[in-house]
């Protein structure tokens, strides 16, 4: 048992500690076993889009894009009734491929100032496959954010 999963031993609940051991699983290429415990943080998190746009961007990764398209369609869905960051439908269309659909959400955030594109763009492993396209530099020029 790593340290990570020691920890998630002992705050059972917590969607963060799931979260984040999902993150090093994915981190170091064990995109499968990430799956498990982002489902747990998505249901531990009653729905909080950060562990749903993770666990969307891992069925991508693996294969599984009908499942990340499911969920992108239902946080499509809910961004008509309820505040849906759309940093978080972004990482969702990273994760399938569709760049130009992800810098619209990526633009979209950054004109609603989100704290989520602020808080997550720099490092942000859901992105690295947009890091060499030049939108990706000049939003961050925008930002003020060194590139």
Same mark, same amino acid.
Request: glycine share 10%.
């Given at each position: 048992?790593?340290?990570?999963?020691?920890?998630?031993?002992? $705050?059972?609940?917590?969607?963060? /500690?799931? =979260?984040?051991? #999902?993150?090093?699983?994915? +981190? *170091? &290429?064990? %995109?499968?076993?990430?799956?498990?415990?982002?489902?747990?943080?998505?249901?531990?998190?009653?729905?909080?889009?950060?562990?749903?746009?993770?666990?969307?961007?891992?069925?991508?990764?693996?294969?599984?894009?009908?499942?990340?398209?499911?969920?992108?369609?239902?946080?499509?869905?809910? $961004?008509?009734?309820?505040?849906? /960051?759309? =940093?978080?439908? #972004?990482?969702?269309?990273? +994760? *399938? &491929?569709? %760049?130009?659909?992800?810098?619209?959400?990526?633009?979209?955030?950054?004109?609603?100032?989100?704290?989520?594109?602020?808080?997550?763009?720099?490092?942000?492993?859901?992105?690295?496959?947009?890091?060499?396209?030049?939108?990706?530099?000049?939003?961050?020029?925008?930002?003020?954010?060194?590139?």
């Amino acid at each position: 048992m790593n340290i990570g999963q020691k920890g998630v031993a002992f $705050s059972l609940g917590d969607w963060l /500690s799931h =979260y984040y051991l #999902g993150s090093g699983f994915f +981190g *170091l &290429g064990q %995109k499968r076993e990430a799956i498990p415990e982002f489902k747990k943080a998505v249901e531990f998190s009653e729905g909080d889009t950060d562990p749903v746009a993770a666990l969307a961007f891992a069925y991508a990764a693996v294969g599984n894009s009908s499942e990340a398209q499911k969920i992108l369609g239902e946080l499509q869905r809910q $961004s008509k009734t309820r505040y849906v /960051s759309p =940093y978080m439908i #972004g990482v969702i269309c990273a +994760g *399938l &491929g569709h %760049k130009d659909r992800t810098f619209e959400f990526l633009e979209k955030s950054y004109d609603e100032k989100s704290t989520d594109l602020a808080y997550f763009i720099k490092d942000d492993w859901c992105l690295d496959g947009l890091r060499s396209d030049p939108r990706f530099a000049e939003l961050l020029r925008r930002m003020a954010l060194p590139h």
